[in-house]
C-alpha cells in the first residue's frame, strides 16, 4: 500500500479527511495508526487504528468504516487544564509566595502511544554523515501494516524523481526523523524512479 501524507481519505458513506501523519510501533517498524484531519472540521484530527485501513493507492487512503465512527474515535490532540490550585500548592510545597494569583493553564499533547512515533511528511532523512533529504510518502506491506520503503522527492515540478529507500536500510525512527545506516554517497547511488 502506497500511503502519501495528505491524501484523501473515504469511508463507506464518503470522504471523511486527509492523512496527516501516520503512527509507528518503533518495535515492529509497523503502522499502527492514521492520524487523519477531518474534512468537515479542520481542526478536528482523529487516531484511525490501522485495522480500519481498507485499501490505500498513492493519493487516495480507503477506511472500511463510516463518518458517523470515525467522528467518535480519539483525538490526536488532548489537552489537560492544570487548575491555578496546583500552582498554589507548588509554590507553598516550595515556600515561595506568589506576587499575583496564578491563573489555569490549557496543556496540549499528542496522543501517541507509549513505544511509537509519529511519523509526519517532510521529516528528515538522516544518513551517517548527515541530512539527505525528506520523507513524502511510505509504502506499507498490505498484510502486515510494516514499512517496507520511504519514499523522497528531488527535483521540481517538470523534473521530479523519486528515491525509493528500502525500509531495511533504515536503523531508527524518532522525533528528529529516519536515521539511515548508509551515507550521503551510498543513498545517490540507490535507483532513482520517474513517477508515471
Request: hydrophobic letters at 45%.
Amino acid at each position: 500500500m502506497d500511503i502519501a501524507l495528505y491524501a484523501r481519505v473515504d469511508g463507506i458513506d464518503g470522504e471523511i479527511g486527509r492523512v496527516e501523519d501516520m503512527i509507528l510501533n518503533t518495535m515492529a517498524r509497523k503502522a499502527i495508526i492514521l492520524v487523519v484531519r477531518a474534512a468537515k472540521s479542520p481542526n478536528a484530527l482523529r487516531m484511525v487504528p490501522e485495522k480500519y485501513l481498507a485499501n490505500a493507492v498513492h493519493d487516495l487512503v480507503t477506511l472500511s468504516i463510516g463518518i458517523e465512527k470515525f467522528d467518535a474515535m480519539r483525538e490526536f490532540i488532548q489537552s489537560d487544564y492544570l487548575s491555578p490550585d496546583l500552582f498554589l500548592r507548588l509554590a507553598k510545597e516550595e515556600h515561595d509566595a506568589l506576587v499575583v494569583a496564578p491563573a489555569g493553564w490549557n496543556v496540549e499533547y499528542e496522543a501517541a502511544p507509549e513505544g511509537s512515533v509519529v511519523l509526519r511528511r517532510h521529516c528528515a532523512v538522516l544518513a551517517t554523515d548527515g541530512k539527505v533529504g525528506t520523507v513524502d510518502e511510505y509504502l506499507l506491506e498490505r498484510r502486515t501494516g510494516r514499512v517496507t520503503h520511504l519514499i523522497m522527492s528531488e527535483g521540481h515540478l517538470w523534473g521530479k524523481r523519486e528515491i525509493h529507500i528500502p525500509a531495511l536500510l533504515v536503523a531508527r525512527y524518532d522525533d528528529d526523523g529516519a536515521h539511515l545506516t548508509i551515507d550521503k554517497q551510498a543513498v545517490e547511488r540507490l535507483p532513482l524512479i520517474d513517477p508515471a
